[in-house]
């Protein structure tokens, strides 16, 4: 069994930073492809970054326009998302996810495996 555990949100003003951290844990010796989903009000849930095992590769929803970056921790299967000219539309649960019995192609929420509890951002006017 796989656990994942995010930390890092908060209340932050418009155009304000905040780093999100993630780390998968249970299962040693290997690392897996992770990515980071939102979940506003109201909405659906939908993705956000993804990065590959190594950390080589990373894909991005649109509306990330930049304002994002998701990188790899030095610790196995931990992950950030930097966030910075946060929008009030940004306000969401944000949630890690690991892939660790499929593969990418789509990143639909299908394709990860193992989900965290969520962690709140909230974007003030």
């Known amino acids: 069994q796989v656990q994942v555990m995010e930390s890092g949100g908060g209340l932050v003003q418009a155009g304000g930073s905040l780093r999100l951290s993630c780390a998968a844990s249970?299962?040693?010796?290997?690392?897996?492809?992770m990515g980071w989903f939102r979940q506003a009000p109201g909405k659906e849930r939908e993705f956000v970054a993804h990065?590959?095992?190594?950390?080589?590769?990373?894909h991005y929803a649109d509306f990330v326009a930049g304002r994002f970056t998701i990188s790899r921790g030095s610790a196995e299967n931990t992950i950030y998302l930097q966030m910075n000219n946060l929008k009030p539309e940004d306000t969401a649960v944000y949630y890690c996810?690991?892939?660790?019995?499929?593969?990418?192609?789509?990143?639909?929420?299908?394709?990860?495996?193992?989900w965290g509890q969520g962690t709140q951002v909230t974007v003030s006017s």
């Open positions: 249970g299962r040693p010796g290997g690392r897996f492809p």
């Open positions: 996810a690991a892939v660790v019995w499929g593969r990418i192609t789509n990143y639909r929420q299908s394709e990860y495996d193992y």
């Open positions: 990065i590959s095992w190594s950390g080589d590769s990373t």
